[in-house]
């Protein structure tokens, strides 16, 4: 699973990859964090002489943090069913956009300690994805993230769960038929149009038009985390949707929408005062918005803190 030295420069270096790893499989940047942080934290207990004698200490870390969050996501739905209100991953910033030195419009050097700044964005971080990837077991999303996302062969996500590779091969091919296959692809050109007419029809609180750009039968889903104002329930429905939408816009005059790349997509951030205070992920089909995730928790929008739109 990975190849490093024992050094420490070797051990270190392992940092980017094992966050996205865990990031993938637990959807929560804070959680990812703490995962990587107890496996290096297990590496440097082992004595020296153990340390010296494992061949790939990228491997082992590897391992370890994938058992960690095996047993993150084993104790997941408890905590969910204490969770005020529908539960979402964390939104991704571009790190480009949000790092902008203020008044320079010129991308700011990465923070190397910051979990979000070590992520790549592609499909796999999307919001789509990760909450079709919520619907798995553990062990399915375990197997099928290792095996269809990082690549890693079953004789070695075996050792992480514990199971013959034949059983963990079973398991990424249950994982595999959740993941709805076949749609027509949206370009991301495709999708920011949409993104865009959304954010124009919302700004001028044209219910006609924010119907007409929903699927008949859109769904959004908002987390609020019982800490701010969400619906606790997802809106269903074209019309009731864009009601919910006029809605939001009225009881919160000043509010301003920017488009933004939102976990490697085109997406819509709410700003008010100049703080970030909603993040809003779209999924696209045939040209209309299918599903809406919205995002309010404060805790979820940390990483969001240093965004600087661009005019």
């Not at 990975?2 to 790893?21: D, K, P, S």
């Not at 997406?267 to 909603?278: K, Q």
């Amino acid at each position: 699973m990975g190849t490093a030295g024992a050094g420490a420069g070797g051990i270190a270096g392992e940092r980017r990859q094992l966050i996205n790893v865990a990031y993938r499989l637990l959807g929560s940047l804070a959680e990812s964090e703490d995962a990587v942080q107890e496996a290096y934290a297990r590496w440097y207990a082992l004595p020296r002489g153990r340390r010296d004698e494992i061949v790939s200490p990228g491997a082992w870390l590897t391992t370890v943090t994938c058992r960690i969050c095996l047993d993150v996501l084993g104790s997941a739905r408890a905590r969910r069913e204490r969770y005020v209100g529908a539960w979402l991953p964390d939104p991704l910033p571009d790190r480009t956009e949000r790092n902008r030195g203020p008044g320079t419009g010129s991308p700011a050097p990465a923070d190397l300690t910051d979990p979000a700044d070590q992520m790549v964005l592609d499909e796999t971080v999307a919001m789509a994805f990760l909450v079709v990837l919520e619907s798995m077991t553990p062990a399915e999303r375990v197997a099928f993230v290792l095996h269809d996302v990082f690549r890693y062969p079953f004789a070695e996500i075996a050792d992480v769960l514990g199971r013959t590779p034949a059983a963990c091969k079973q398991l990424a091919a249950s994982a595999r038929r959740r993941v709805r296959v076949g749609r027509p692809p949206v370009t991301t050109a495709g999708r920011a149009d949409t993104v865009r007419l959304v954010k124009e029809a919302w700004e001028s609180k044209d219910i006609a038009a924010l119907v007409g750009l929903l699927d008949p039968a859109a769904v959004m889903t908002a987390d609020g985390g019982g800490l701010v104002g969400a619906a606790l329930r997802p809106v269903e429905g074209a019309a009731l949707i864009a009601r919910y939408m006029v809605a939001i816009a009225d009881r919160a005059p000043g509010l301003e929408l920017v488009e933004r790349s939102v976990s490697g997509v085109p997406g819509l951030v709410a700003r008010r005062a100049g703080v970030v205070t909603t993040v809003a992920s779209f999924d696209v089909t045939d040209g209309r918005v299918s599903r809406i995730w919205v995002v309010r928790n404060p805790e979820k929008l940390r990483p969001w803190v240093r965004e600087v739109p661009t005019r």
